[in-house]
Structures are given as C-alpha cells and as structure tokens.
C-alpha cells in the first residue's frame, strides 16, 4: 500500500515558475514508476510527466516539454514538478500518481492517486 500526498500548489503570474512536490509512505515506493496528472476545470485528467523506477528515464507530455521537469528522490520518498514559463493554461489541479512503469503512467494505468494540489497561473 502507498500513499502519495502533494503539496506547493498556489498562485503564480504568466511566466512565472513553482515547483510541486509528492510524498509518499510506503517501504515498496522506489519499485514504482511516478508521474504527475492535472486536471482542469470541465476537461479530462491528462497525463503531464513520468519518471521511471530509478529515475533514469523520463517522459512528457508536448504541451510541458521543455518547460517542466520531473524527478525523484528515492532516499526520501519524494518526486518533485518544476514548471517554468507557466501559461494560463496550465491552471489545474496537479496530481501525483505511481504505477508499474513509466509506459502505464503514460497510460494512465495507475495503481495509487494522490488527493492533488492547485495550481493557478493568472495574473
């Protein structure tokens, strides 16, 4: 059993930058490869990012690419959203989600959801 619990949602102006974080409890988390979803206001959850088990492999989504960046610290429990050059756009409920391996976090196969964190980019 894992439990993931987001947090460092808030308020941030058009270009401005924030970083969210996921933790997560459970001896059995480094077996998982994470990913953050986000969900706006009348649209469907879409898939954002995913790091592999050890971290060595990653994958966005062409609307972040090249502006978000995910990674892990398994020591910790921890995987972590850095977003730049944010967009209106990206105005939505962030979630943090584990899975068997990056490919079904890409397909949203997902065995653990986190409660998710907001994040508003408005000015």
């Known amino acids: 059993q894992v439990q993931l619990v987001e947090s460092g949602g808030g308020l941030v102006q058009p270009g401005g930058s924030l970083s969210v974080t996921c933790a997560a409890s459970?001896?059995?988390?480094?077996?998982?490869?994470m990913g953050w979803f986000r969900q706006a206001p009348g649209k469907e959850r879409e898939f954002v990012a995913a790091i592999s088990s050890t971290g060595t492999s990653t994958y966005y989504s062409d609307s972040v690419k090249g502006r978000f960046t995910i990674s892990r610290y398994n020591a910790k429990n921890t995987v972590y959203l850095q977003m730049s050059s944010l967009k209106p756009e990206d105005t939505a409920v962030y979630y943090c989600a584990a899975a068997r391996d990056l490919m079904t976090v890409v397909t949203a196969e997902i065995d653990y959801w986190g409660q998710g964190t907001q994040v508003t980019v408005s000015s």
């Open positions: 459970g001896r059995t988390f480094s077996s998982y490869a």
